[in-house]
């Protein structure tokens, strides 16, 4: 067993699925839950422990949505730019949420608070343009209805409950 605090993750949550090759994804799930990320040295450990080529793990972090290769905020925010989203504005309220929350381009805030990403289409096109805080789908979204967080505004009709809740409560903490 490794002393190293991140390793002790990898550890543990390979030991919970008792080092099983099979096990592969529901152990990346334990390490980006506990890590915010599927790093390149935990899919290389990984590939040790479980005796598995590192091209499998790293396969499967950057395959499946679930997984980031890159660390995540508490808080994770997808912006969809896909075609449908794409037409209607999209990266303009991706840059507009860099903005807001000191984020250049895709990662996360320098607090680990928030982090955003640009997605492929989430599936939802007459809704859009489309983003989602936490899994949460926020629809017809625009760049001039992304408040300025600190001036304290009420987020605005474009928000789901959840995302009101989450940005509110950053406000308040700052
Ligand atoms: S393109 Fe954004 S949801 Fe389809």
Known sequence: MDNNPAMKTLDSAVEKYGGKKEALLSIMHEIQKAQGSISEDSA???SQKLDIPVSQVFSAATFYRA???EPRGKHHIKVCTGTSCYLRASEKIFERIGRELNIAGEGASEDGEFSVEKVRCMG???AGPVMAIDEQICEDVSAGKIPDLPKQEIIGEMT???ATTVIKKYREDK
Do not use: I
Request: proline share 0%.
């Open 124 to 126: 939802c096109c007459n």
């Open 44 to 46: 290389r450990y990984l």
């Open 160 to 162: 789901h409950r959840k």
């Open 67 to 69: 997984f980031s290769t």
